[in-house]
C-alpha cells in the first residue's frame, strides 16, 4: 500500500506546476514547504486528493503538523 501512496503522491507533485524546485523525484523526507514549495493551499489539495482516493479523513489540526512527506 505504500508503494501506491507514494506513486500517488509523486504523480500529484509532477502534476503541480510552479513548485520549487523540480518536484519530480521527491523523497519521503522531503519538506513540504522548504523543499517542495507547497503553499498551504497546494498542501490542502493534496491532502483532499488523498482522502477522496483512500476515502479517509485527516483533522485540520493534523494538517497544521506536516513537515515531511512521510
Same mark, same amino acid.
Given at each position: 500500500?505504500?508503494?501506491?501512496?507514494?506513486? +500517488?503522491?509523486?504523480?500529484?507533485?509532477?502534476?503541480? @506546476?510552479?513548485? /520549487? @524546485? /523540480? @518536484?519530480?523525484? @521527491?523523497?519521503?523526507? #522531503? +519538506? !513540504? +514547504?522548504?523543499?517542495?514549495?507547497?503553499? #498551504?493551499?497546494?498542501?490542502?489539495?493534496?491532502? !483532499? =486528493?488523498?482522502?477522496?482516493?483512500?476515502?479517509?479523513?485527516?483533522? /485540520? /489540526?493534523?494538517?497544521? =503538523?506536516?513537515? =515531511?512527506? +512521510?
Amino acid at each position: 500500500m505504500f508503494d501506491e501512496i507514494w506513486a +500517488r503522491l509523486q504523480g500529484y507533485l509532477a502534476s503541480s @506546476p510552479g513548485l /520549487d @524546485p /523540480d @518536484p519530480s523525484s @521527491p523523497h519521503i523526507d #522531503s +519538506r !513540504i +514547504r522548504e523543499d517542495l514549495g507547497l503553499s #498551504s493551499l497546494k498542501t490542502v489539495e493534496l491532502v !483532499i =486528493t488523498l482522502e477522496d482516493h483512500y476515502d479517509i479523513s485527516i483533522a /485540520d /489540526d493534523e494538517l497544521e =503538523t506536516l513537515v =515531511t512527506l +512521510r
